[in-house]
């Protein structure tokens, strides 16, 4: 019988000989990120793909490492390379325990980017369970479910995903019993 040696390092042992920010996020590693700060690493450093550590840790789906640099003062109005905020990137990959954090430390859930879409609509525009499940976190943070992009689409007009769409016509419904629930009569008291 042969031994093949084994070696098992920790992911805070592995960055203690030289931080990589971006990989500690990834590893959803609170302390391997702390560790990173500690020997000088920039909470902010934009990396490949023009992303800061709390976009990147948005856009891979890890809730501590984006909870950890929420608490450290990550500046959460950093874009990533094409202007996309956190809040964005929590609605297009379907994050919604992201979402809620975003939300909870202050950041607009009705951010509007350049191209007319809120993080509402890139939820809508998701596939999967994940999608809805951030749409609706989305709706408890008081966006409206017919919030319109600037062409004018609501979530509704999007989506091709069932959940979503059950979502927002139980929501639709709601609305139909109280009006004031709507973004369009929001609108028509406003504008008419």
Same mark, same amino acid.
Not at 64 to 78: M, N, Q, T
Not at 160 to 171: D, F, H, P, S, V
């Given at each position: 019988?042969?031994?093949?040696?084994?070696?098992?390092?920790?992911?805070?042992?592995?960055?203690?000989?030289?931080?990589?920010?971006?990989?500690?996020?990834?590893?959803?590693?609170?302390?391997?990120?702390?560790?990173?700060?500690?020997?000088?690493?920039?909470?902010?450093?934009?990396?490949?793909?023009?992303?800061?550590?709390? *976009?990147?840790?948005?856009?891979?789906?890890?809730?501590?490492?984006?909870?950890?640099?929420?608490?450290?003062?990550?500046?959460?109005?950093?874009?990533?390379?094409?202007?996309?905020?956190? *809040?964005?990137?929590?609605?297009?990959?379907?994050?919604?325990?992201?979402?809620?954090?975003?939300?909870?430390?202050?950041?607009?859930?009705?951010?509007?980017?350049?191209?007319?879409?809120?993080?509402?609509?890139?939820?809508?525009?998701?596939?999967?369970?994940?999608?809805?499940?951030?749409? +609706?976190?989305?709706?408890?943070?008081?966006?409206?479910?017919?919030?319109?992009?600037?062409?004018?689409?609501?979530?509704?007009?999007?989506?091709?995903?069932?959940?979503? *769409?059950?979502?927002?016509?139980? +929501?639709?419904?709601?609305?139909?019993?109280?009006?004031?629930?709507?973004?369009?009569? +929001? +609108?028509?008291?406003?504008?008419?």
């Amino acid at each position: 019988m042969k031994f093949v040696p084994c070696v098992i390092v920790t992911w805070g042992a592995l960055f203690a000989q030289g931080a990589d920010i971006h990989a500690a996020v990834r590893a959803n590693d609170p302390a391997a990120i702390q560790a990173a700060l500690d020997e000088g690493e920039d909470i902010n450093k934009i990396g490949q793909g023009g992303q800061t550590p709390l *976009m990147h840790g948005v856009l891979t789906g890890n809730p501590e490492s984006v909870k950890f640099l929420l608490d450290a003062k990550a500046d959460a109005s950093i874009p990533e390379k094409d202007g996309y905020t956190p *809040m964005h990137g929590a609605g297009f990959q379907g994050r919604s325990q992201i979402a809620r954090l975003l939300v909870a430390h202050g950041l607009d859930p009705r951010d509007r980017h350049t191209d007319g879409y809120t993080p509402i609509h890139r939820a809508c525009w998701g596939n999967e369970q994940r999608h809805a499940d951030t749409v +609706r976190a989305f709706l408890k943070a008081g966006v409206p479910f017919d919030e319109l992009s600037d062409s004018g689409q609501s979530c509704m007009d999007m989506t091709g995903n069932e959940a979503t *769409m059950k979502l927002l016509k139980k +929501r639709a419904e709601k609305a139909k019993k109280n009006p004031s629930d709507s973004e369009a009569c +929001r +609108r028509c008291l406003f504008f008419c």
